[in-house]
């Protein structure tokens, strides 16, 4: 029961958070999961980031092991994966090209981006390592952890939508708020319980990043809308069973 209370409100909080416009982007955070995943923190996916550099550089992040301590390193026996499809418009990808990487127990990358583009060697310096054509830069080692979220002001804002109550849903099941409401609680996301400046709670935290700089036509070949997921998986499962995956 308490599971079912849980799963359900943070359902409803999913629906506030729409109801009252709170921002939404095209960004993946999990920094806490199961005890399957966690038990071989080298696979367990932090965050996904894409975004352009330029007009022809695609930029893909992958992070890593939540909470890295100093010498965390990447898995010999993980696969870590980014699955891209490329379209001409949403819903109809027609070309997958997965960008995959592999380590040895020495770190050396292993770096694969469709079956056109390979290289290998140390990762760890800061400007990366390239491919012959120059296309594809990676980048793997431990760097800060990107992700900015205000863990107290989200508890305090959950906190405020459990204790209002049940509230009058529309159509499609979600709350309706009367606007100071609304207000009030993206303020209170934005902000610490206190009403001061929001504090990252993983201001200090390190994660493995995989940062592989692609040219675009390498990933853009079935039109120029591009999705990208991660997974890592466990090298030499028959049936590449997923570790884990972040859409």
Known sequence: MRLRARAATLASFACVLMAIGYAVTAQSADHTDSPAVTADPTADIADVYVFMNGPNDVIFAMTLYPNAPSGAQFSDGVAYVLHTSSATTFGTPTSNVDITATFSTAQAISLWVGQSEFVTGNAG???????????????????????????????????????????PANDAGCPTLPAPTAAALVAQLGSSPDGGPARNN??????????????????????????????????????????????
């Open 125 to 167: 310096d800061p400007t990366g390592l390239t491919t012959p054509d120059g296309k594809v830069t990676v980048f793997a080692g431990l760097r800060a952890d990107p992700f900015f979220f205000n863990l107290d002001g989200f508890h305090a804002t959950l906190a405020d939508i459990i204790d209002a109550g049940p509230l």
């Open 202 to 247: 993983f201001a200090n935290s390190n994660a493995l990043a995989i940062v592989v700089r692609v040219d675009k036509s390498l990933v853009t070949r079935g039109g120029p809308l591009i999705s990208v997921w991660g997974a890592t998986y466990q090298i030499g499962l028959a049936d590449a069973a997923a570790e884990e995956a972040d859409r």
